[in-house]
């Protein structure tokens, strides 16, 4: 027998030894059984997410179905006024005393708490804001139910990493597995799940958390699709691209979506600014919203609820051009109202529901001018959805992809991608951030400038300054002020880490006091230029072991 053949046993256990051995003792096994069960619990809720929407639904439109435009032309025009505002008074009082916050959670806190370490989504308040979910889009506010499902499945993961005992490496994972199997249940769309939780909450591609994610994905689809059936969320027609001499079209409808995606941001920061400076009790704040957008659904009742019945209308052409503009104004305004007023509810439904209506107008259009070339009303409609929603979102591939698995048509890559990459362009050149990213900004996080940013405005002195050297008996020591009564070069406590290096850099210092200035101006400790670069290093150290391992 060759020498070669006697050492290959040994030779491959010096190779894979030390690999098993690596995955045995982070316990990767056990954390893709905890990611199967995360998807599946996940998938458990978006349905009775979705039921208990139907159910409340049907207590005053008596159907249970997401067709609310069929069932409200058959109601009094009181009766739709009213409904959104009797569901607000509920919905206030929920907001006043089960949510510590005074707020529903979103897709932005999911992402706040992957960002932070110990931020986590508690499973009780992800609970309750999943009820008050509930109550506001089954009274009718314009909004949709897939980013309150991906804030339910982050609270859902975080309660069973706790229960299992979890290695560290995997709480972010596991809480972007939460979120993949949300999408995927939500959407009956598993690639759009795993590739949303690497896009949005993770935020980059990592390969060891690429298996639970996807465990996770392919275990929320599969329990939706035994409730609800393996069928696409819109049964649409197959279209066909007329020509290639479209592309210009396609381009062209890249930069009308991205105008609509950046007015609609602007309305949502916008009547948020005006609502957050109106003197008024949280209670009734979303009794006001709710005679608004009722006032509104009177005339056009698409703006009700998720607005699924309407973009399938603009998908199979059933819609003519003024209607579809009109309610580019209606449910612009009818969303910016629910959210300002703190309805439930998010904004992907909203997108779609907006690309549809400018992807249907823009494609009569085009049909007008160029009848022998232009492809149909109903194939500009998603390349609408794609190219609003992947704006807001700041999600291009996963929002392309969510379009083809929510349509069927894959057909249409080269028409989608050109749109989409155009109008989330020309949105990141104006608005410079996805709505997710205001949001987070709004809260003092800003994550879109980079790790290294992040890390900077976060860290505070306190974290790495070194305590006074006193006695025990020893009086506390204060930082006097010089003759022209100006305190020394110090630094507080509270100080970020980005302000510390650019004292310690102006000055050319190297130890600074640190001072308490509400006891004051106690010396607290003292902060060396080497620390706080040494400690912005281990920083960024390891964000990248994570961004590479995780």
């Not at 949303?196 to 298996?211: D, K, M, P, Q, T």
């Amino acid at each position: 027998m060759p020498e070669i053949l006697r050492k290959l046993p040994y030779l491959l256990a010096q190779w894979i030894g030390p690999n098993l051995t690596g995955f045995r003792t982070t316990r990767q096994l056990k954390v893709w059984l905890v990611a199967l069960i995360i998807g599946m619990m996940v998938s458990i809720a978006a349905i009775l997410f979705r039921e208990a929407i139907g159910l409340v639904q049907w207590t005053w439109l008596r159907d249970r179905s997401e067709h609310v435009i069929s069932a409200a032309e058959h109601l009094p025009w009181y009766v739709i006024l009213l409904t959104p505002a009797i569901g607000g008074a509920i919905v206030g009082w929920c907001l006043v005393n089960l949510l510590p916050l005074r707020r529903t959670g979103g897709v932005a806190d999911v992402i706040e708490a992957r960002a932070i370490d110990g931020r986590d989504i508690e499973l009780k308040p992800s609970l309750y804001a999943a009820a008050v979910h509930v109550l506001s889009l089954g009274f009718g506010a314009s909004a949709g139910r897939e980013g309150p499902m991906v804030h339910l499945g982050a609270g859902i993961s975080t309660y069973f990493v706790r229960l299992f005992e979890l290695p560290g490496w995997s709480h972010k994972t596991l809480l972007a597995s939460g979120v993949a199997a949300a999408v995927s249940a939500s959407f009956n769309a598993p690639i759009a799940g795993v590739l949303f939780a690497h896009e949005i909450i993770l935020g980059h591609y990592a390969r060891r958390s690429f298996v639970p994610i996807v465990i996770a994905s392919v275990g929320g689809t599969v329990f939706s699709r035994f409730w609800f059936g393996n069928v696409a969320a819109f049964e649409i027609p197959v279209y066909r691209i007329t020509s290639y001499w479209e592309l210009p079209a396609f381009a062209l409808l890249g930069l009308v979506c991205a105008l609509v995606s950046v007015i609609f941001q602007f309305a949502l920061v916008g009547t948020d600014y005006v609502a957050r400076n109106i003197n008024i009790s949280l209670y009734l704040r979303p009794v006001i919203g709710g005679l608004m957008i009722g006032s509104i659904a009177v005339f056009f009742p698409h703006v009700l609820g998720v607005g699924y019945e309407a973009t399938d209308m603009a998908l199979k052409n059933q819609l003519d051009i003024w209607l579809m503009i009109g309610l580019l104004v209606a449910k612009t305004a009818a969303t910016a109202i629910t959210l300002a007023s703190r309805f439930g509810g998010g904004v992907f439904s909203p997108a779609l529901y907006l690309g549809a209506m400018t992807g249907g107008a823009f494609g009569l259009i085009a049909s007008n001018v160029f009848p022998e070339l232009a492809s149909s009303q109903g194939l500009y409609s998603i390349l609408g959805m794609g190219a609003v929603a992947a704006a807001v979102l700041g999600a291009p591939f996963s929002t392309t992809m969510i379009v083809f698995e929510l349509t069927g048509g894959y057909a249409l890559t080269i028409a989608l991608l050109l749109a989409v990459s155009i109008s989330t362009g020309i949105n990141q050149a104006i608005h410079g951030h996805s709505y997710f990213e205001w949001q987070l900004e709004m809260r003092g996080h800003f994550f879109s400038a980079g790790p290294h940013k992040y890390v900077m405005r976060s860290t505070r002195v306190s974290q790495f300054m070194q305590p006074p050297q006193r006695e025990d008996n020893e009086e506390e020591v204060r930082l006097e002020e010089d003759e022209d009564g100006k305190l020394p070069p110090h630094l507080r406590e509270n100080d970020n880490l980005e302000t510390a290096l650019r004292t310690f850099d102006d000055g050319g210092h190297t130890h600074l006091p640190v001072i308490d200035p509400k006891r004051g101006n106690v010396i607290v400790g003292e902060a060396t230029q080497v620390t706080a670069l040494a400690y912005f290093n281990q920083a960024l150290v390891k964000v990248s072991e994570e961004e590479h391992r995780c």
